[in-house]
Nanobody
Framework: QMQLVESGGGSVQAGDSLRLSCTAS????????MGWFRQVPGKEREQVAG???????YYGEFVAGRFTISRDNAKQAVYLQMNSLKPEDTAVYYC?????????????????WGQGTQVTVSS
């Protein structure tokens, strides 16, 4: 079992930065691939970024170099640094964990989810 708790969301202006954090409880964090997803009402959850236990990374095309995912295995945490935020980045952001070490390509591939943190970007 793994529990994930996100933090760091908030309301910012376009062009600002936010750093989301996700802390995991439970064993074997090192063996999990981690991902950040986001969702707006009426739309499917989309993957923002993923990181494997070997620190290989993936980013959604819309990120366009603005976000950075990282992990700290000693702290059992994964982070999402978001720069140059746009109003279209407004969403609930979720942290997810996938057993086996690799990040997943779809939400269905992830095994555990956090409760989400709201990010609101105003123009």
């Amino acid at each position: 079992q793994m529990q994930l708790v996100e933090s760091g969301g908030g309301s910012v202006q376009a062009g600002d930065s936010l750093r989301l954090s996700c802390t995991a409880s439970g064993r074997a964090f090192r063996s999990y691939g981690m991902g950040w997803f986001r969702q707006v009402p009426g739309k499917e959850r989309e993957q923002v970024a993923g990181i494997s236990n070997g620190e290989q990374t993936y980013y959604g095309e819309f990120v366009a170099g603005r976000f950075t995912i990282s992990r700290d295995n000693a702290k059992q945490a994964v982070y999402l640094q978001m720069n140059s935020l746009k109003p279209e980045d407004t969403a609930v952001y979720y942290c997810a964990a996938k057993a086996g070490g690799a990040f997943g390509w779809t939400a269905r591939q992830y095994d555990y989810w956090g409760q989400g943190t709201q990010v609101t970007v105003s123009s």
